[in-house]
């Protein structure tokens, strides 16, 4: 197994592999550990503390000689010695408070902020997979919840607690210097309150990391209600989410109450055993004074002795809760933080050159997860200045062959070379530093056109910045806008159509000048006149680098110096446009799905032929009139992404073809994700099934992408076949035959699931 592979599963099981909150010294080891650049802070605080600590316990010393010695002998020498003693020693505590107030709130802030940068700094390194398996919810729970757990035991609680436990153990020492007897009866009497914190603290640790983790569940909850509210209303889901709320509700209640009870139990035992302990003592304590056997000065000071130990216990009671509840946050924290980078930078990697040579693939595989695999034994080599096209069904592995070029992962086998060097061996800024990439959906931040597209680039100047937006096609139109380059794009660019967007992220890449161009379906959620206007500018730019692009759209490619073709991992067939046509392989039957459209300048509507209508099996046995005559009834259908075309259980009266675009049939019962989605893009159909049989609809299916459909009523479908039984039949049977010969159709997924 591969250091990847193993790096993965170990990522994969981290949360299974801790269930437990870390121990209460765990928790004060990190603290100390997150406290040490601040060491001489924390040497003040620590003095500070030790200061105010000294005359809490001096003073019941200092009861003791003014009864002993003052009071009983009626010596005022006496008392005004230790009156201005015990002034001079509380003007020292409290400004010792003051100093530790402010030294603790400003180292203890200080480490926060170590532990938020590390947490984001860790956040921003780790892989895309993390992301794609991690509710952002529970991720903001980490940052937001457990931080601020921890924030309150930093600036604190942590100080209350060894404060209290400082005075707690000087007073008991004290207690045998002032009366052993009394307190040989308080320690007797001492372990059996302290075996209630201990009995219960491991089950309320537990019990707060469990707290902690159902608390970013129900914020996973929030986030999801948020991000797809829109299925939410259109499937009519809101009772059955209100019902799954509801129920995590209940859960977290019920736990919080008892892991707050538990915190509470481990507490309260300590402090109601040395109230106890306190009647007891006070009883012997008076006995042995009246027989003589200790002075009134001794008694009044162990009993204040006691009242030190009553409070330090209380205020420790009163302080566990908070640090168990933090120590619960810092094991989620350190979980996170232990999460691996897949991609692992080798300590003193060699810097790649400027792209000059060849890019390789060697016999590689990867998989996302250990149970699939996303390519298998790929093998190819492209020289440098060429422009590849990787292009397949959805699905295949486009984009993964991007990904390992870009290295967001290692190959599990095999290696990818640039230049003859292993990527794996080489430095990931080097590679970042000659890569330009655009995406499908660029992402735009809330800031001006010039901060966008240096974004890649800080250091590149105004005049640079002009220069690639040229290139890229877009400074005539920033120039025309009010405020030019300074202009600001609204919240993800919303204020730029979907082909601005597209050319600011082109520009980005542009001013990177990079050797090595990547695009992943940069025009794919455009309309036809802006791809294409886009692609015109794509392929201008890619003449000066090497350019690899994944498309689902083949009629943009067909100029590639290289075609490569994936199928299910595999690199199947790879040539030119023409070659791979003549070969009448997977390519051509890929072209062939896509051909026979026309589709209108904007996008809106489009028209089929009646040859690309004969290729689907539902419609290969009518004759040419026929066909030209369902040609003509299609109606063209326009979507924008992420809108459902039909919910599952709906009447299925119509059949759809796709002309561009990209739609998911969402198989399970309840309208989620969760129970699979299968993709069809260009050239795609579905709801053949309802031409034959009233069926209701079998799946929801909504677009990914904007889609243009053509659609066709089962009525003018009925209507075509009126009174030609034959043909109905003949039809019927030739359309389960197809279906029963094809392994992955939707017909078949559907059974299955
Ligand atoms: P294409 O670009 O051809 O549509 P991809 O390369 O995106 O295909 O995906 C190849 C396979 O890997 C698919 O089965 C897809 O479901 C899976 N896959 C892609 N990305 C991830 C991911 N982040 N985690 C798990 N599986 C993934």
Redesign the pocket.
Known sequence: MSETQRSRRRTTTQDSSTTHGLTLAGFLSRTLHYFRPYVGHTAVVLVALLVQAAFRVAVPIAYQQIFDRAVLQRDMAVLTRILGLLLAGWVVQATASLVQDFFSAKSGNRAMSDLRLAMFDHLLRLP??YY??TDSGDLMSRFSNDLAVIENAFVRSVHTFLFSALILSTSLILLFVVEWRLALITLVALPAALLGPKLFSGRAQWLSYQCKKLEAKVAASIQEAIGSHAVIRTFGLQDSRLRDFRQQLAELVNLATKARFAATLASRTASQSVYFIQVLTMGVGAFLAIHGFLSVGSLVAFVALLLNVANAANHLSAVMPELLQASGGMQRVLDFLSEEPTVREVQGSPALPRLSGKICFEDVSF???QS?Q??LGVNFTVNAGESVAVV??????????L?LILRLYDPDEGRVTLDGLDLRYTSESSLRAQTGVVLQDSVLFNTTLLENIRIGQPDASEADVRRAARKAEIHDLIMSLPNRYRTRVGEGGSHLSGGERQRIAIARAILRNPALLIL?EPTSALDPATATAVNTTLRRIGRECTVFS?T?RLGSITHMNRILV?ER?KMVEQGRHQDLLDRQGVYHRLWSKQSGFTVSEDGRSAQCSPERLKAIPLLAGLDHQRLQTIADLLVSESYPEDRIVYSKGEPGDRFYLIVRGEVEQILSPDGSRGGGVR?MSDGDYFGAQAMLDAMPRQATLQTAAPTLLLSLRRRQFEDLLAGEPGLRARIERETRHRRIEQHDTFETLIARF
């Open positions: 895309v997979g794609s398996r998989g996302y997860r699939s996303a390519l397949g069904p959805s699905g295949s592995g486009k984009s993964t062959i990904n992943d994944t689902h994936i991992g993709k």
